[in-house]
């Protein structure tokens, strides 16, 4: 199946600085998805790519859709406290590619952990 | 609207009992999954549905069970729970778009096996 990396696995940064994290694929997508998960609750979507190339803000976060289809990059600026979590990427494939078009690979999640 | 809601939050079973998780979303979305989610890793998609009536396995989907006879609602059927079984569940809802899938996820059930 699909494979996606996502790293780092996790990251430890001080308030105040900027973070970026980054998901490979072994094949191309047509959409990708960043999903931030706070402990004991479910993924919530931050940000979705639709185009390859496509640059995304959403407050201090920006993702960008990378021109290969084979990657995207998550950056947050200036890391607040409120920021911890894991960081999920997620893609699907190419449309008109059959019934999993619309299915979701995910990565394993980047853990952000932010020292005040 | 309530989004994606689940029920239980919590459960613990006993080897081989059964049970169901269950999934309602008020977004009118025709598309609902089932992921599990084990430490350190991704989701893994167990089944999903494409509309009232119609599902499908996903990667993971041995062990279990589903159904989808409204639009609104998705269960998950556990028959004969087993250790390996022990996660983190969370169902998701989309509208499929012409120009892609976005997923929304409800809070999650945590189930224990014993």
């Known amino acids: 199946g699909q494979q996606l990396n996502q790293s780092p696995q996790s990251m430890f940064i001080q308030e105040g600085e900027d973070v970026s994290m980054n998901c490979t694929s072994s094949?191309?997508?047509?959409?990708w998805l960043w999903y931030k998960q706070e402990p004991g609750e479910g993924p919530v979507l931050l940000i979705a790519?639709?185009?390859?190339?496509e640059l995304t803000s959403n407050g201090r976060l920006t993702a960008q859709f990378g021109i290969t289809r084979k990657d995207s990059f998550l950056n947050i600026s200036a890391s607040i406290p409120s920021d911890v979590g894991i960081y999920f990427c997620a893609g699907s494939p190419l449309k008109n590619s059959g019934a999993g078009s619309y299915q979701l690979t995910f990565g394993k999640g980047t853990k952000l952990s932010v020292i005040p | 609207n309530a989004g994606v809601t689940q029920t239980p939050k919590f459960r613990i079973l006993k080897i081989g009992q059964s049970m169901t998780l269950q999934c309602t979303q008020d977004m009118n979305h025709n598309y609902m999954y089932w992921y599990r989610q084990d430490p350190g890793m991704g989701l893994k998609l167990i089944y999903y549905?494409?509309?009232?009536?119609?599902?499908d396995k996903g990667e993971v989907p041995n062990g279990y069970n589903v159904s989808r006879s409204t639009t609104e609602d998705f269960p998950l059927r556990l028959e004969l729970a087993a250790p390996s079984q022990t996660s983190v569940y969370f169902c998701?809802?989309?509208?499929?778009?012409?120009?892609?899938?976005?997923?929304?996820f409800g809070p999650g059930t945590r189930l224990t096996v014993l």
């Open positions: 549905s494409v509309g009232a009536g119609i599902t």
């Open positions: 998701a809802s989309s509208y499929l778009l012409a120009s892609g899938n976005e997923q929304f």
């Open positions: 094949s191309i997508f047509n959409t």
């Open positions: 790519l639709y185009k390859a190339g």
